[in-house]
């Protein structure tokens, strides 16, 4: 189960990193008029929805460990929690269900964006810095 929830977390990743590129590659074969204008916007929303889906995945996927390992969700008590787990995943446990606590996954994916988003404008101009330099050779 953790391999799978490990997987899905990299292809996540993965995809966040190769949109930009793959779109900026897309838009400057399209010859547009607004080239950075349509890319911002296009990428802007993509990417955003991208972190959301990131974020919410962090949060449901430890979720779905804990009660993976048979972790009450639901009860009102430490005891009652802690009941259906094995002595040897107590520790496991116990580290996914501190890292649930702190600021829900909404707000981790409105502060990650604001670091996120350089990086879209970095692989614009380096784009266009590689294109420039493609056609004067």
């Known amino acids: 189960m ?3 929830i490990t997987a899905i977390k990299f292809a996540l990743a993965i995809a966040l990193i190769a949109c930009p590129i793959l779109l900026v590659n897309k838009l400057f074969k399209q ?3 607004y080239p950075f204008s349509t890319y911002l916007l296009f990428i802007a929303v993509l990417t955003f929805v991208l972190v959301i889906v990131i974020a ?3 949060d449901y996927s430890s979720q779905l460990l804990l009660s993976n390992y048979g972790y009450d969700l639901e009860a ?6 802690f009941k ?3 002595i040897e995943n107590l520790d496991r ?3 996914l269900d501190k890292s649930r606590m ?3 996954w909404p707000l981790k994916a409105l502060i990650f964006y604001p670091f996120y988003f350089p990086y879209l404008l970095i692989v614009y101009v380096a784009n266009h810095f590689y294109k420039n330099i493609k056609q004067t050779n």
């Open 56 to 58: 919410w995945w962090s």
């Open 31 to 33: 010859n547009l008029k």
């Open 76 to 81: 009102l008590n430490d005891l009652e929690r």
């Open 93 to 95: 446990v116990k580290e």
């Open 2 to 4: 953790e391999i799978l």
């Open 84 to 86: 259906n787990v094995e």
């Open 102 to 104: 702190g600021i829900g």
